[in-house]
């Protein structure tokens, strides 16, 4: 699903140039739960970007569905982020003056559903993720967790081939966290792949494999026991 | 799609109360000017547009005057008749004439002299009566549907007798009342071939210039075909060349009148244009607030556009829905703007004496204009914030507090708010230089003494000056046939070293002796008019000082002058009084301040239309009931009437008293609507570093130091905008002034008060707000995070 080859990232100001990601190889296949850990400043907020399509790497390949993507442009890369990919965000990113439902139809919107398709597969996503008693208020309503949840379900509801999550659990405390967590876990056993960048030791036990990222290297992959590709 | 637009819209609409009250006022206000002056506007470039041939319809004039010899219609049409369609003239009396009815006497100002023709060339529509055969004999008489109703209450007029000036007319016919916007208003028509009963020969000379004369051509004609022959008929039969005769089109005679036009009235062009361009301001005031609290605002919506391009919305569809705020907001606007319409709109039309209500009736016309208004406002006012908020990069927009791509706005807001100020420091200079010109005017020496001056008809004067002058309260009374502030009149005259065929013109002023005491003009050489010697009375002039310089003379006392007036028969001019000049008065203004002033020769004569009364000034009741007892019993019946001189000169500035109060009111609504914005924009910074102020406090900065630093930024703005309202303000005004031969100087202090008071209004708005932020408790804003 997604191959990245000598993946670089320079950003540069008048006086200092940062290497934010330097020579990344990496490789994950459909069904994949990948957690990518690392200090702060290593890259790893850059290469979910740059995975996630909202940016491109300054050298290198990226390969997304089959496709090099790497030096697409930002209307491209709008396309193939319709409806593929699901964010999912530490501070959650609901929009405040939309309700519980409206969040989480807007991407079908985008899509140009008709309202009907849109409001069973919004019900569907709140219902899976247990928030249909609250699809009519608004965000800053709901519990951190619960803020959570209708941000899963709306990286869900269209489907999303690869949901790319930046600490989803940054901002909850332990038990919201592992609800949120045991979530994405039941959403990867349906066959969503998911990409998870996290601090948390703890949430990195639900992945198959973990990237350690350090300076803008990727320093180990392991394969958690028991888990086979 | 559009739905979801409108909700979060309205939602964010109702959640920035401040926001949205200030764009709603701003923008509603700006509105209504503009509505108010668009109806105006359209009233006042629509004088004489409502008759049917109004294009086709052209005045001939004769070099700058509009005063044509009564021969030349009939001529003009039987000897060219393929080039006009169709001519018809006017001979419009001014003096108030009785029209008695049954014992009944009205006593109405609006009588024109005409012929048949007119309901051929202009449209008048009759109620009652034949077009064709209604003014075919000289004894009819045509009268308005208001005059009728006055006259003859729920009675049938048609057929019913109306003397005037000692003939018995006929009513032959109604018309529809001739309607406000139209340059030429009259309550009653007879024909011209009655005239012929008063003036004789006077009705087919070439030589006397007294009527108006209108043609009609064919579409097809081209008025330069017309201007060819005029000449040949003038070489013609006057054996005079008027090269200068030329056609002027009916709907430029409002706001073009010509010298002598008399009984016209007349809008200035220029006032058009300038009001439209400051509704235009005043809403684009409006429109810059918008887009200002918008991109500031923008930063605040940078999370929800980030969100939205990550879910897949693109630039266009973030851009609709960012216009789509817009336009609710503005034909939200609109709504209120209506309202505020409603309201101001009876005041704005009593106050500038147009009917504009009736304009205003929501026809499909006037609500398609409001729709496209709205919609170019919301454009304007919409484009920027949407293409700036829709341009936002979603990497960018997650990093919540960077703002990046932000920067560019700054400026762009920063120069918004300098132009807002420009425009508003311009407006209070305009506003103040129109105000000071007026009260300059209004106090300017006219050269003589305008206070306590009773002006009334001299109607059987010798009796009324006897009786009058007797009262106590009188300090001394005479007459003359015109006084300043009415046109005084032009006659041929020449002197011992003009050519004896040379007949220059000049005004002319014929007076009682006593006049130039009772108005206290001052002599400059020589001596005034002496009642004891009789040939002050017969063979003498004084002339203004104007004169003197204009006929070249250094030492003008003694010089021998001839001066002419109509032969017995009306065909040619003769002397009719010469005489040696005795005296030079200093120039006085008798026009207004608009106009230099010109030569003036003044004589003495026994044919006087107005009798001057100085009174004094603790005796003015007592002696003004005096001398109406007295005209009751010496005027035998003739109504009373009589002003006071300084009043009446000072109605000549009403246009621009008007003006300057229009001005007036459009600035304070610029200014207003332009610190609202500055006031949005301050709420937005101090809300924005609030955290960078509790910071600063906890490091121990006075509320005095947090105010001046909110403060400082937005009044460099002001000053900025100020220094560009100096050049342009400069310049404008320094045109404007031009159209007055008298006017005052544009010192620095129009500019500096204009620039301070500015300053001082945009640094309460700002201080405001920054006091309130700085004196908040510092603790609030930092766990806020």
Known sequence: ?229 | MLKNYIKIALRHLKKYKTYTSINLIGLSVGLAVCIIITLWVRYETSYDKYHEHANDIYRVLNGPSAATQPPLAPTLKAEYPDLIEDIVRFWPIQAPSDLVNNGQVFTERNITFTDPSIFNVFTHPLVDGNPETALSSPNSILISQSLAKKFFKEENPMGESIKMWGTDLEVTGIFEDVPLNSHHRFEALVSIDLLKNYMGNMVDSWSWNGFYTYVLLDQSTNTSEVERVLPSIYSKYMNEDYNEAHLQPLSDIYFNPQDKDIGVAFGNLNYVYILATIAIFVLIIACVNFMNLATAHASLRTKEVGMRKTLGADKFQLTTQFLSEAFILSFTALLLALFWVELALPFFSSFTEKPLEALFNYDLTSILGLISLTLIVGIIAGSYPAFFLSGFKPINAFKSKSNSGIGSSVLLRKGLVSFQFAISTFMIIAALTVFLQLRFMQNKDLGFDDDYVMVMEAKNYPLLYDQVNKLPGVESMSAAYNVPGQRFPFYPFRTEEMASDSLPTMRTLRVNPGFLETLGIRMESGRSFDEERSTDLTNSFVINSSAAKYLGWEDPIGRKMYWYNFSEDGTSFEIAKEGLVIGVVDDFNYASLHNPIEPLVIHVSQQVNSAVIRVKPNQVESTLAGVRRIWNETSGGSPFWYYFLDEELDNKYQSELKLGQVFGGLTSLALLISCLGLFGLTVFTTNQRAKEIGIRKVLGASVASIITLLSKDFLKLVLIGFAFAIPIGWYTMNTWLTDFAYKINLGVGIFLFAGCSAVFIALLTVSWQSAKAASANPVNSLKNE
């Open chain 1, 1 to 229: 699903m997604i191959q990245a080859k000598n993946l670089k990232k320079i950003y540069s100001t008048e006086e200092v140039e940062t290497t934010a990601l330097n020579n990344v190889n990496i490789e994950i296949k459909e069904g994949e739960f990948v957690a990518i850990m690392g200090p702060s400043g290593c890259g790893k907020s850059t290469l979910l970007n740059i995975m996630g399509l909202l940016d491109n790497p300054s050298d290198g390949e990226y390969h997304f569905l089959g496709n090099n993507v790497s030096n697409k442009t930002e209307r491209e890369r709008a396309q193939f982020r319709k409806g593929n990919i699901g964010f999912i965000f530490q501070s959650f990113n609901l929009i405040d003056e939309l309700t519980v439902f409206e969040n989480v139809e807007l991407p079908l919107l985008y899509l140009g559903m008709s309202a009907d398709e849109r409001k069973e597969k919004a019900e569907a996503a709140l219902e899976r993720m247990s928030m249909m008693h609250r699809r009519n208020h608004f965000p800053q309503q709901l519990s951190g967790g619960q803020q959570q949840r209708v941000a899963i379900a709306r990286a869900v509801v269209a489907n999303a081939k690869l949901i790319l999550a930046d600490e989803p659990t940054g901002n909850l405390d332990s038990d919201h966290g592992n609800e949120v967590m045991k979530v994405l876990a039941e959403l990867n056993e349906q066959g969503t792949t998911i990409v998870m960048v996290t601090h948390s030791p703890h949430d990195a036990d639900y992945a198959m494999r973990v990237i350690h990222l350090f300076d803008g290297h990727v320093v180990t992959e392991n394969m958690r026991e028991g888990f086979h590709v």
